[in-house]
């Protein structure tokens, strides 16, 4: 037998595969499918334990907002220090309650993956969804990439793994589906050069320390944010002006910031969903600025109030622009 069939649906001279693709042929040896199941994680948060959790990270703007307005009257220095580290203290917590709410939980079951015919089909609960495998990108990662798992066990988020995105939008998953594979090495090295064989896209290997990259760039942002409010308050705007850029400078640089981190530390998303990237980066700066927009209008500047909105948004589609070019060419 000169000829082998993967799962991808096509023809490939097995001298090729033995030669180019060791890990790959060794498995054909022993197995004539590519399936992999995959256990799900002991905990998991109900839907009313997710709620709670996404009423605490609301509560978290509360006192956020007392400290702003306290910022506000007094306008001294140490006021200023004590309001950043709790902008940061805040954000930090908000952003991780957010997280698990979306995220724990939503593995409950466990998970086979199976390619077959071109055609990757994933198992969860008694639920199917398959992707045709020519309209998949994948990226060597670690557990956490994976969009649908638990990161209550450490062990899984930073083992790694082959991740496989299907393209565009899942309605179902609520969002841009990610699935792990490969937790073996052994099996890491097939779906590897399966993947490599059947000329599935390759995204950037991402960072182990991703994660660390987006906490950094969130707390550089912060700083930035905050002094260049500190700057036009006190030197370039008068206070009517100024005033509204409290709730708008400091919260629009760490998402900014957090962005070109991710894309640092191997995302290219923006590259791989450019319409996506800029459409929902657009609409978070655009929502971001309402808020100032309000107050510029309530306090009698609707010029200012009606060019905040669509200016935040040209920026954040500039940006997402510019972070698909940074994604092209790292």
Request: aromatic share 14%.
């Given at each position: ?30 197995s004539n499918e590519l399936v992999e199941v995959i256990s799900a994680p002991g905990k998991w948060a109900s839907p009313k334990q997710q ?280």
């Amino acid at each position: 037998m000169n000829e082998v069939r993967l799962w991808d649906g096509k023809t490939y001279q097995l001298a090729h595969i033995r030669a180019e693709f060791p890990a790959l042929a060794r498995y054909l040896e022993d197995s004539n499918e590519l399936v992999e199941v995959i256990s799900a994680p002991g905990k998991w948060a109900s839907p009313k334990q997710q709620t709670r959790i996404m009423r605490l990270a609301m509560l978290a703007a509360v006192p956020y907002s007392a400290f702003i307005a306290w910022i506000g009257a007094s306008g001294n220095g140490w006021s200023f220090l004590i309001w950043c580290v709790t902008t940061w203290l805040l954000m930090t917590l908000a952003g991780w309650l957010v997280y698990l709410a979306t995220s724990v939980g939503t593995f409950r079951y466990d998970r086979t993956i199976r390619v077959e015919n071109g055609l990757m089909t994933v198992v969860s609960g008694g639920i199917a969804r398959q992707f045709a495998l020519c309209d998949c990108r994948w990226f060597h990662g670690f557990g956490y990439h994976d969009g649908d798992v638990s990161q209550m066990r450490l062990s899984a988020a930073s083992r790694r793994c082959i991740i496989i995105c299907p393209r565009g939008w899942s309605h179902e998953y609520r969002g841009w589906p990610r699935y792990r594979c490969g937790l073996s090495e052994e099996m890491l090295q097939v779906w590897c050069e399966f993947l490599t064989a059947a000329k599935i896209p390759r995204s950037r290997t991402r960072s182990r320390y991703e994660l660390l990259f987006i906490v950094l760039g969130l707390l550089m942002g912060l700083c930035v944010g905050s002094l260049s409010y500190r700057i036009l308050a006190t030197w370039l705007l008068p206070s009517p002006l100024a005033g509204p850029l409290i709730i708008y400078l400091p919260i629009l640089f760490p998402l900014l910031f957090v962005q070109y981190a991710s894309v640092y530390a191997g995302n290219d998303w923006y590259a791989a969903e450019p319409r996506a990237g800029r459409v929902n980066l657009a609409a978070s700066c655009a929502t971001l600025s309402m808020m100032s927009a309000v107050w510029y209008l309530a306090t009698g500047y609707p010029v200012i109030a009606i060019a905040l909105v669509p200016g935040s948004a040209g920026l954040g589609w500039g940006v997402a622009y510019d972070l698909g070019r940074h994604c092209q060419a790292y």
